[in-house]
């Protein structure tokens, strides 16, 4: 693992988990079984910087667990929740995972792509659905990680909100774990301003190098490991 400063934040992560606390796949991980884990998302998964905290998942939770994990990035830039439906059985069922992580609400937002609040729910409901019907000890997880757009990237996304809601209804429905970046990002703009927040997500969406490194890969890991 490479040597960088973290800050970790993860008591102030939203992480709404109706399981076990600690990750399925990182306490079979824990007991020697190999594990594939696939990351399902858009540009913050896979442009630019957002390749590094996949990536770095991969090495910490290797390094700690002995190389059990194989990691797949199958995010793709500018996609959207109707792509991963669409792409789903070649992107990420024909790895068979045992985790999902996916990362869709900030696209499903862009007013562009003409994807209701509805139409979202419907499509990540559909993956989720099928990774289970593949395997019924797939574990899934939403990830949340940009709150808080700006600029362009905001006006693109008048309501946000409503998609990052619809993530939470779906945590609930199917008792899954929900990693939502929220409280993290309200606090540093609070203590810190636009300015200390831009360190992180330089446009509100997309990870600086410090944002993937410092902010997502350790909190994702420490919700992964503990729940907390």
């Known amino acids: 693992m490479k040597n960088h400063k973290i800050i970790l934040l993860a008591c102030?992560?939203?992480?709404?988990?109706?399981?076990?606390?600690?990750?399925?796949?990182?306490?079979?991980?824990?007991?020697?079984?190999?594990?594939?884990?696939?990351?399902y998302g858009t540009s913050i998964t896979r442009l630019g910087n957002g390749?590094?905290?996949?990536e770095q998942i991969g090495e910490v939770l290797n390094a700690e667990y002995k190389g059990h994990l194989t990691v797949f990035?199958?995010?793709g830039s500018g996609r959207n929740s109707q792509w991963g439906a669409n792409?789903?059985?070649?992107?990420?069922?024909?790895?068979?995972?045992?985790?999902?992580?996916?990362?869709?609400s900030?696209?499903?937002?862009?007013?562009?792509?003409?994807?209701?609040?509805?139409?979202?729910?419907?499509?990540t409901d559909y993956m989720i659905r099928k990774v289970r019907?593949?395997?019924?000890?797939a574990e899934v997880i939403l990830l949340v990680v940009s709150t808080?757009?700006?600029?362009?990237?905001?006006?693109?996304?008048?309501?946000?909100?409503?998609?990052?809601?619809?993530?939470?209804?779906?945590?609930?429905?199917?008792?899954?774990?929900?990693?939502?970046?929220?409280?993290i990002w309200n606090e540093i703009i609070e203590?810190?301003?636009?300015?200390?927040?831009?360190?992180?997500?330089?446009?509100?969406?997309?990870?600086t190098k410090r944002g993937a490194l410092e902010m997502i890969a350790p909190n994702v890991i420490e919700a992964l490991k503990t729940g907390k």
């Open 73 to 75: 990035n199958r995010g």
């Open 148 to 183: 808080h757009p700006l600029g362009k990237c905001a006006e693109d996304r008048p309501n946000l909100q409503s998609y990052i809601e619809g993530y939470h209804t779906l945590a609930d429905k199917y008792r899954l774990q929900i990693i939502d970046f929220t409280p």
């Open 12 to 39: 102030c992560l939203f992480i709404t988990i109706s399981v076990a606390a600690q990750s399925r796949f990182v306490k079979d991980l824990r007991k020697g079984h190999d594990r594939t884990l696939v990351v």
């Open 51 to 54: 390749p590094l905290w996949v």
């Open 133 to 137: 019907e593949q395997n019924p000890k």
């Open 87 to 104: 792409n789903f059985a070649d992107s990420v069922l024909s790895v068979k995972p045992d985790a999902l992580i996916i990362e869709f």
């Open 106 to 123: 900030v696209n499903d937002a862009v007013t562009r792509f003409d994807i209701s609040p509805e139409q979202s729910m419907k499509n």
């Open 191 to 207: 203590k810190k301003g636009e300015k200390g927040f831009r360190n992180f997500l330089h446009d509100g969406v997309h990870s």
